[in-house]
């Protein structure tokens, strides 16, 4: 099942006041953050807020992720201890850096046997991760790894590597085309990293733009004013989904049902087209059906 995921906003844990704003907001997903937006002495707290967020529900049709600390943090065990009896729609683990990363959570989730629904998304942000990217797309075939997707997290890798951010991304960009090929390669989905320069949003729409270029499915986010770009760039045009309907419609006739390629407005379509328009299509419906 295609699920949009144009706009996924992190929201920290220690806030309850933005927690319960989540509910009203027209991103796709929330991603409730016990990692980066949460200070050590309001973990503890921010956990317990996150349990209550989650256990109350009410958010709609938007997809929860629960953000845990690393493996490497004296958090994640209760962390994951928290989020497996709440039951969001997905965990997100920051730093993954091997397939033995991923072990470790599944383990743990398979062992106070949490609900099998609940996925596990995990932040490519370390150069190991990179470099592991293919394997680690891999375990998606393990249905106990519950392996659902890849969030790329450029500012831990800037920091660990020293690879500079720079506008247009243009030191990144073999890094992100190698994950999102290894993501794609094994049917994952690949979220983009935030965009960090909050007031800009004309470098917003541009980032927006590039990563819908790059094979992104989404983007995570930071502020909520930048989830209407987000979810604009996102969001197939109506002209292209027209497009793909009549493409369906024309391999769906009679004439056509055992044709590899037809010629349609003019051009040459292959079957290869259809598929394209079956996912522009499905993407669109599901945009509908969020409401938003």
Not at 5 to 33: C, H, Q, V, W, Y
Not at 189 to 200: Q, S
Not at 218 to 224: A, E, Q
Not at 249 to 258: D, G, H, K, M, Q
Request: aromatic residues 4%.
């Amino acid at each position: 099942m295609i699920r949009p995921r144009r706009s996924m906003l992190f929201m920290p844990g220690s806030n309850p006041r933005a927690l319960e704003k989540a509910r009203t907001l027209p991103a796709d997903g929330l991603i409730l953050d016990l990692e980066d937006a949460v200070a050590p002495d309001a973990k503890a707290g921010a956990r317990d807020q996150i349990a209550q967020a989650v256990t109350a529900r009410g958010f709609g049709k938007r997809e929860v992720l629960i953000r845990v600390n690393s493996l490497d943090s004296p958090w994640w065990l209760d962390d994951l201890n928290m989020a497996a009896k709440v039951r969001p729609d997905g965990i997100l683990v920051p730093k993954i850096s091997s397939v033995a990363d991923l072990k470790v959570i599944a383990d743990r989730l398979r062992d106070i046997g949490a609900d099998s629904a609940i996925r596990v998304w995990a932040m490519i942000e370390t150069a190991q991760a990179i470099l592991h990217a293919e394997e680690l797309s891999a375990q998606v075939h393990d249905p106990a790894m519950r392996l659902a997707g890849f969030v790329f997290g450029p500012n831990d890798i800037a920091r660990e590597t020293r690879i500079r951010m720079v506008p247009g991304r243009s030191t990144m960009l073999p890094m992100i085309l190698h994950c999102v090929l290894a993501a794609h390669a094994h049917g994952l989905d690949m979220l983009d990293g935030p965009y960090g320069d909050i007031g800009n949003m004309p470098g917003l729409e541009q980032e927006c733009a590039q990563s819908l270029d790059l094979g992104f499915d989404g983007k995570t986010l930071i502020h909520p004013s930048h989830i209407e770009v987000c979810n604009a760039a996102f969001t197939p045009p109506a002209a292209d989904v027209a497009n793909a309907r009549k493409i369906l419609a024309a391999f769906e006739l009679p004439e056509n049902a055992s044709r590899g390629a037809i010629q349609l407005d003019g051009r040459m379509v292959e079957r290869l087209h259809a598929e394209i328009a079956k996912r522009t299509i499905a993407i669109a419906d599901a945009i509908a059906a969020s409401g938003h």
